[in-house]
């Protein structure tokens, strides 16, 4: 069992990260999604499947999906000896990840965190960023993306908006989003406009998105006046959701602005975070249809 001290949210902006490695590559998962590591068990193939799925597995009585890092990054494993089954929670799932050795926790601060524009190793649609450790590159999986192209193959699509309610008094409200992973903040932009939200500016870290609330509330005016609601992600480069929050809700010129936190980790441990930070609703992905139930009551 991996120790959980989880990230700081007073003071300094840090991630704790589980590293582990794929082929010859560096990659890191956040400590909180992990439940445990294991040894390879017997996987049970399933016909038809998607080629990232390498069957099930029972672990302590749940059958549980394998995926292979291996598969979705196109890399061969450096050591059959050394590989290792993770077993994580996500988007209110548990999933199995094959990779090949995993190491020690990692502490590191938000703002060492690139974007994926600063990649280029060709597996960079499946990284949400990356950072150095020792001389060498760490990479970031957008674990969202890899089950949502997983579960597309399959027809399903957990993002999709399917009850549009009142659309007309959506029109004129004014959304910030700020998400790290390409794929799902295009996918909110256009499901909330889908919805009828046609005022959204989309950001891909919390440094971005709070440079640019400031902007508007430099010559002494209020964020209210710009901007209607702001919807983030918790984990995210430079800054996290949870110092984006802290930082609107300690200010009195933005306090009265709502803040919904949108990630793939609200556990009642992040739930009680966020409400430290002041976050005004905690939504786990991908449940987008409550987002917008809970977006539509805090600005009706």
């Not at 038809?48 to 069957?55: D, F, I, L, R, T």
């Not at 979705?72 to 077993?87: C, S, T």
């Not at 960023?129 to 192209?149: N, R, T």
Request: charged share 25%; aromatic share 8%.
């Amino acid at each position: 069992m991996i120790a959980k001290k989880g990230p700081i949210v007073k003071g300094e902006n840090l991630l704790e990260l589980v590293k582990f490695e794929v082929g010859s590559n560096l990659f890191g998962i956040n400590v909180m999604k992990v439940r445990e590591v294991i040894e390879p068990v017997p996987i049970t193939n399933i016909p038809h499947s998607h080629p990232y799925v390498e069957g099930m597995v029972t672990v302590r009585g749940e059958v549980l999906p394998v995926i292979s890092l291996f598969s979705v990054y196109g890399l061969e494993p450096a050591n059959q000896l050394d590989e290792k089954f993770m077993i994580a929670e996500m988007n209110q799932k548990k999933l199995v990840f094959r990779c090949d050795a995993v190491y020690q926790i990692h502490r590191v601060s938000w703002k060492q965190i690139d974007g994926p524009e600063a990649i280029n190793h060709g597996f960079e649609s499946y990284i949400t960023g990356m950072f150095e450790l020792d001389d060498k590159l760490v990479f970031l999986p957008d674990f969202e993306k890899i089950v949502c192209d997983i579960e597309a193959d399959n027809g399903y699509n957990a993002y999709q908006v399917h009850e549009r309610g009142n659309r007309k008094i959506r029109v004129d409200k004014r959304l910030i989003v700020v998400e790290d992973s390409p794929f799902l903040r295009n996918m909110l932009e256009t499901e909330l406009t889908n919805a009828g939200y046609h005022t959204i500016q989309c950001f891909k870290d919390g440094e971005e998105a709070y440079r640019h609330m400031m902007s508007f509330i430099s010559e002494g005016s209020m964020l209210h006046e710009y901007v209607d609601l702001v919807i983030t992600d918790i984990e995210m480069p430079k800054l996290d959701g949870f110092h984006l929050t802290n930082q609107l809700k300690e200010d009195p010129r933005c306090a009265n602005v709502p803040v919904v936190i949108f990630s793939s980790l609200i556990t009642e441990e992040m739930k009680y975070r966020g409400q430290k930070v002041g976050a005004d609703e905690q939504i786990s992905k991908p449940e987008i249809n409550l987002l917008i139930d809970k977006v539509d009551t805090l600005l009706m």
